[in-house]
C-alpha cells in the first residue's frame, strides 16, 4: 500500500513541477517523512522507497532550477522590450519635434 502512495505522489509531484516545483518538493518531503515514520514497513522496502523518494526530490530541485532561470528570462525579456518601446516613444517625439522645428522655421 505504501508503494502505491508512494508512486501516486511521485506522479503528482513531477505534474507540479513544471509550474510549482517548491509544492512539488513539499509533497514528495511531507511523503519521505511519513515513510520513515511508518513504524511496521520492512526496513528493505523503506530503504528502497526513501531512494526512489530521494530521487524524486532531486529532481524536483533541479527542475526548480530550470523554473527559475525560465522566469528570470522572461523577466529580462519583459524589461528588454519595456526599453525598446521607450526608446522608440522617444525617437517618434524627438522626430515629431524636429518636424515641428522645422515648420516653425519656414517664413
Known sequence: MIQAEVQNTISQARSLMSVDPDAASQQLKLTLEKVRQTADLNPDLRDQVVD??????????????????????RLENMAAGREQALIAENLIRDQEKVKQLMLDSIP
Open 52 to 73: 526512489v523518494l530521494q530521487t524524486a526530490l532531486r529532481e524536483a530541485a533541479r527542475r526548480k532550477v530550470e523554473f527559475e532561470h525560465a522566469r528570470q528570462q
